[in-house]
């Protein structure tokens, strides 16, 4: 019976369930909208006598807020409700707000007032050319004409028209030093101001941004002028300079006509012969568009990449003598106390208690103060101060952490209190992102309060969410954090005398990360990867993830987010496969995938964008995965699981085979979305020679095929907008704003194609034509100058032997890559840290972090791509040291009430980590010639060596052993750290039976401590800071951990460790 009181699901239509969608999304987005506008109007808190004054902020923000129209009026319909409401629960009469709707049409190019300027221009331009042709000769224009020649062709033939650009390009000519030869043409790297957008980083309130200027053909013989008569002195500015030309050709000149030119000389520049500009790179050469080029070291890295190569390495060394210094280790250290902290106090200000919070988190500090940092310090302070502690606690906190009491208490009593719940919401909006970011400053030179507003700008931007996570829900309000900035920055000023910034300013601004990887740089990422996997470093099945998804990252854009999203049933097709990106699950499943913004949604045809090659590799593993048949699978995952990858396992990697192959970068994984944007560009926009065919590594064919398969025509906007899709973007501001750094490059190139009509004799007249000018081809039988007989010669001469890129030696590092994999390294045969291993001494102790924490040797060999085999050997090692007892019981290496039982402690100071590099690069070349030397030194260290006390003793009837000992060990490290500690050494010494020990005795000095111990103490000791150096043990244990397998220690209680 019950059967029939069930209550029977009715079936909808299609239709039916759409409009239930619809209506979902609309309630959804209802509710963000005032949600939004609430938490606005609580935070900024409005009295009755501001809030009209602040309508037209109000409107503002949710103009800006608004991700679409239908979220805009939502909010305006909140916004009008909540004035009504106002009005009738207090009796006022506010006026309603009332909804604008802005429709704004983009300018066409080609207008009258356009045509009509454009002859203006051309009658200018006929008398320009009257004056060049008229002159006697070379030596009649004078030094400044030939600048202001420059700057006018510049600007009516090289599409050169902003005052930031034109400044710029004055200020090379006065130094005229970055220009380069690429091909056959060449590039200038100018680097206008720019008021709010650029990628060149001055100071909070100054930007550059790379605008790479192609020199047109007329503009560039002048230039080779401007070289041949070695000009420097350029003492007017660019209007002067242009109306000296003015005054030349006998053409009124007023202070309306520099505007006059830079508006429309791209009459000019937009129709000349072959030089094919499309719409919307000439909105580009306008700055109309905003799009950043490429600075000179980018453009380096992306076109002639400069490898690290056993052989490059190999030639530094032999020309540098200075010491290496030793790479930051403690990172993760300060990574784990930031980590403590931020949870401690997470659970504190949770914690109802009737102590009182601010007592609480006092107490915190007062009893972990060594872990704190100097920005976790600020951060805590100002925290402390939200809650107005009493005078009694400031005092305890100055005592401890240094401030005055009097700035600290000013920073504080004028300010409202805040409820608990505010300062929550304070703590995890501006604390927590600030500890993360300050992370990378920690070890840096800088003062802290110069460092702050690179803090202030990326958690404003939120750029560390942005780039690695891509999720829209990390986004918090820009102005609520820049309302909490204010607070927290007031409270900087006041207590530790920062700087006063301007944080709307930094806000405002915009700074695209124009940076590329060129397709030489990825074919040695994928042999490095190739290399990972034939050491063992990675399994088959964890190469084959790394491959496919930096491919398809590399050649379709895709962010990361949605990569490891992707599952097996978003590959579509049979034969070729096509890519659908697309959100799916919801938080209920557990299965939520979201992407960056609505029209992420795509399809991207990877059977066209990928390489052959690289396709099949990826086809293969796409059948694969379907074979498996699994509901829900995902493309991406561990072996045997059905869960999403992560990013670590993915970025790590990468991040690793950068860092080996580049000598300075600051490439990423978003760096490969970068790279296809731009790649696109030039596949979409460009014939095949010579931008293509030599910044790439398609192939003719294929560059055929992408275009026949994107490109519904040949012609046309639709090229610029194919590529915003392929990206995820609405249209292509977004794209040329953020992703297209080859903007410049384009339109300089095709304007490069114009070849004036113009008489030898006159090529020779503007070029100053000389007889050192070789490799030009002028012959008699020709009239006109041919400018591309003669484009490699030209290019040549303008470089005029400033310093050339050198060749990138790509070449090299494959053959060393290719000779390596053939070669197998046995990771056995080294102690771990020493060049031959191959293995850092960073990475190797992060290893042994990760498996202090975890106890996991697999997970830990995964995340740091080492073989496991070779990790779970020092993990066994580790173990079976930390066993090791003295004849007393206690362990040798660690104290009783240690907290760390595997690795020794981190060392921080200068000298211990002179001393730990100096061991290092000693215990790799006395372990190749004499092996049993360095045994017999671990062996003894192993069973003489206490918790208690740095170095190692003997009794006097052995002093013969510590001599033996001494003599041994000496060689690993410094000799200006060696030090004997004891009683009356130089009586009881013998300089004959032990004239090492005795020389070291009479090394002592007053500096160095006295003693009350019995017997000698062998030690390393600072005479700088007074004390006993830890590196000693620091780097003996370390040694026994990452020993070779073929070195056998013979300590009491020692378990023998066979390592496979």
Not at 367 to 372: A, I, K, L, P, V
Not at 404 to 420: C, G, I, P, V, W
Not at 683 to 712: F, G, H, M, W
Request: aromatic content about 12%.
């Amino acid at each position: 019976m019950s059967s029939f009181n069930k209550k029977i699901q009715k079936k909808r239509y299609a239709e039916d369930r759409r409009q239930l969608q619809r209506n979902e999304l609309e309630k959804n987005l209802r509710a963000d909208a005032e949600q939004e506008l609430r938490q606005y109007f609580d935070e900024q808190k409005f009295s009755n006598d501001e809030l009209i004054q602040a309508y037209p902020a109000i409107y503002e923000f949710i103009k800006r807020k608004a991700p679409n129209l239908a979220w805009k009026k939502y909010a305006h319909k909140f916004f009008r409700t909540y004035i009504k409401d106002l009005n009738k629960s207090n009796n006022l009469d506010f006026p309603l707000p009332y909804l604008t709707f802005e429709m704004k049409r983009d300018e066409p190019i080609f207008t009258l007032d356009w045509i009509q300027a454009g002859h203006e221009i051309d009658i200018f331009i006929e008398k320009l050319w009257d004056y060049w042709i008229l002159a006697q000769d070379s030596s009649a224009f004078s030094d400044d004409e030939i600048i202001g020649n420059i700057l006018l062709c510049s600007m009516l033939y090289g599409g050169l028209n902003q005052i930031a650009s034109l400044n710029a390009l004055l200020e090379h000519l006065k130094n005229p030093e970055k220009i380069q030869k690429i091909f056959d043409f060449n590039i200038i790297f100018l680097e206008p101001l720019s008021p709010s957008y650029g990628d060149l980083f001055v100071d909070e309130k100054t930007i550059r941004k790379s605008r790479n200027f192609i020199p047109d053909q007329l503009t560039r013989l002048w230039l080779i002028h401007f070289n041949t008569r070695q000009i420097r002195d350029i003492s007017l500015d660019v209007n002067a300079y242009l109306h000296l030309i003015f005054q030349k050709i006998k053409h009124p000149y007023t202070n309306k006509t520099f505007k006059f030119l830079r508006d429309y000389a791209n009459f000019n520049w937009l129709q000349l012969q072959n030089a094919d500009v499309d719409p919307a790179l000439s909105q580009c050469l306008l700055e109309n568009t905003l799009t950043c080029g490429l600075s000179e070291h980018e453009f380096e890295n992306f076109a002639f990449p400069k490898f690290k190569t056993q052989l490059s390495a190999e030639i530094e060394r032999n020309v540098s003598s200075t010491a290496k210094v030793l790479p930051d280790l403690n990172t993760s250290e300060a990574v784990e106390n930031v980590i403590f902290i931020h949870k401690n106090l997470l659970k504190i200000m949770r914690t109802s208690t009737d102590q009182g919070t601010a007592k609480l988190i006092i107490d915190f500090c007062l009893r972990h103060q060594e872990q704190f940092n100097e920005f976790s310090k600020r951060i805590i302070l100002w925290l402390i101060s939200l809650y107005r502690p009493s005078s009694e606690q400031i005092k305890k906190l100055s005592a401890t952490f240094d401030f005055d009491t009097t700035q600290y208490t000013k920073a504080f009593q004028d300010n409202q209190k805040l409820a608990d719940s505010s300062i929550y919401t304070y703590y995890t909006r501006i604390a927590e992102p600030f500890l993360t970011h300050a992370l990378q400053y920690i070890d840096a030179d800088d003062d802290i309060n110069d460092l702050l507003n690179k803090i202030y700008q990326q958690i404003i931007s939120n750029t560390r969410l942005a780039d690695e996570v891509d999720q829209p829900e990390f986004k918090k309000s820009k102005d609520q954090t820049i309302h909490m900035l204010k607070r927290f920055h007031t409270f900087q000023q006041i207590v530790f005398q920062a700087e006063d910034f301007e944080l709307e300013f930094i806000a405002s601004q915009s700074r695209p990360r124009a940076r590329i990887i060129g397709h030489t740089a990825f074919q040695v990422i994928l042999k490095k990867l190739n290399q990972l996997l034939h050491n063992q470093s990675i399994s088959d099945h964890h190469y084959k993830l790394l491959k496919i998804i930096y491919i398809l990252a590399y050649r379709t854009g895709m962010r990361i987010n949605e990569i490891l999203g992707l599952r097996v049933k978003d590959i579509e097709g049979l034969n070729q496969f096509s890519i659908w990106v697309q959100p799916y699950g919801s938080k209920k499943q557990g299965n939520q995938h979201l992407l960056k913004t609505d029209s992420a949604e795509r399809i991207v045809p990877a059977y066209a964008l990928l390489k052959d090659d690289e396709y099949q590799f990826f086809s293969d593993f796409v059948v694969e995965k379907r074979l498996e048949n699994k509901k829900s699978l995902y493309l991406f995952s561990n072996l045997n699981e059905n869960k999403k990858l992560n990013k670590h396992p993915v970025t790590v990697p990468l991040k690793l085979i950068l860092n080996q192959v580049f000598k300075g970068h600051h490439y990423s994984f978003h760096s490969f979305r970068h790279t296809a944007a731009n790649h696109l560009s030039l596949l979409l926009n460009c014939e095949y020679a010579p931008l293509v065919q030599k910044l790439t590594d398609y192939s003719e064919n294929e560059y055929q095929k992408i275009r026949a398969e994107l490109l519904q025509n040949q012609h046309g906007q639709n090229h610029w907008f194919v590529i915003a899709h392929l990206l995820g973007h609405i249209e292509p501001v977004e794209t040329f704003k953020s992703y297209i750094h080859l903007g410049y490059l384009i339109a300089g190139q095709k304007l490069l194609k114009h070849h004036p009509d113009m008489p030898n004799e006159l090529a020779k007249k503007i070029m100053g034509h000389n007889a050192t000018f070789k490799n030009l081809q002028i012959t008699n039988d020709e009239k006109d100058f041919n400018f591309e007989k003669n484009q490699a010669a030209l290019a040549t001469i303008l470089l005029n032997d400033q310093t050339k890129w050198l060749q990138s030696n790509a070449t090299d590092i494959l053959d060393e890559l290719s000779l390596q994999i053939d070669q197998s390294h046995d990771f056995f045969a080294f102690f771990v840290g020493t060049e031959d291993s191959k293995i850092s001494l960073q990475r190797f102790y992060e290893t042994l972090n990760i498996l202090e924490t975890t106890n996991d040797p697999k997970s830990a060999a995964q995340r740091m791509c080492l073989p496991e085999e070779l990790v779970n050997c020092w993990y066994e090692n580790a173990l079976n040291l930390a066993n090791i007892k003295s004849k007393k019981g206690n362990p040798r290496l660690f104290s009783i009430d240690s907290s760390t039982h595997l690795k020794p402690a981190m060392l921080d100071s200068a000298e211990e980590l002179h001393a730990v590099t100096y061991f290092f690069e000693h215990l790799q070349k006395i372990a190749r010639k004499k092996l049993t030397q360095i045994a017999y030194v671990l062996n003894v260290f192993l069973n003489r060596v206490t918790a208690s006390h740095t170095g190692i003793h003997y009794r006097w009837k052995d002093i013969d052993q510590l001599e033996h000992f001494y003599s041994q060990v000496k060689a690993l490290f410094p000799a200006k750290f060696w030090h004997l500690l004891g009683q009356d050494l130089q009586t009881k010494l013998d300089a004959k039976q032990q004239p090492q020990l005795f020389k070291l005795a009479k090394a002592s000095t007053d500096k160095h401590p006295p003693t009350q111990e019995e017997f000698p103490r062998l030690q390393l000791y600072s005479v700088k800071d007074g004390h006993a150096l830890a590196a000693f043990k620091f780097c003996l244990h370390l040694a026994c951990i990452g020993r070779p397998r073929s070195l056998e220690l013979q300590v009491e209680g020692l378990k023998i460790t066979t390592c496979g």
